[in-house]
């Protein structure tokens, strides 16, 4: 298993939009700036998660995209599944291992389940403080 950019990038652009968010709208091309991606590429990943409904757009000039939902109500599973669909370690095998690939599959789903965008904000919160930077 291995998550693309999509994902990687999906959450870091979730988690920059509830943390710089708070305060109003935040840019694509502002998140791009301080994350050092692309703007075309965030625009690009921002659509689905808006058709989603985690994220809502405000138009006008000082527009641009505010979570829609308290960052306690999204998980890293809600967003990884829009942006990159089912998460699977591995097909059926049919092996004598099966059972040792499903548990470890309901241990990631119940990460994903679990773990929302407030806990990856109160991880980036103590990062930031001893200078480390945070990445997915």
């Known amino acids: 298993m291995k998550i693309s950019t999509k994902g990687r990038y999906g959450?870091?652009?979730?988690?920059d939009l509830a943390v710089s968010g708070v305060s109003g709208p935040v840019s694509l091309k502002s998140v791009a700036e301080r994350k050092g991606l692309s703007d075309h590429y965030l625009?690009?990943?921002?659509?689905?998660?808006?058709?989603?409904?985690m994220v809502k757009?405000?138009?006008?000039?000082?527009?641009?995209?505010?979570?829609?939902r308290p960052p306690e109500a999204i998980t890293t599973g809600d967003v990884l599944h829009v942006l990159e669909g089912p998460i699977a370690i591995v097909e059926e095998t049919g092996d004598g291992l099966e059972a040792f690939w499903l548990s470890?599959?309901?241990?990631?789903?119940?990460?994903?389940?679990?773990?929302t965008l407030?806990?990856?904000?109160?991880?980036?919160?103590?990062?930031?403080?001893n200078g480390y930077m945070f990445y997915i």
């Open 43 to 53: 625009e690009q990943l921002i659509a689905p998660l808006r058709n989603a409904g």
């Open 57 to 68: 757009s405000v138009r006008g000039a000082y527009g641009g995209y505010t979570l829609a």
């Open 118 to 129: 407030a806990d990856l904000v109160e991880l980036y919160g103590k990062d930031s403080k």
């Open 11 to 15: 959450l870091l652009l979730m988690v």
């Open 104 to 115: 470890l599959q309901d241990k990631i789903d119940e990460v994903l389940r679990t773990t």
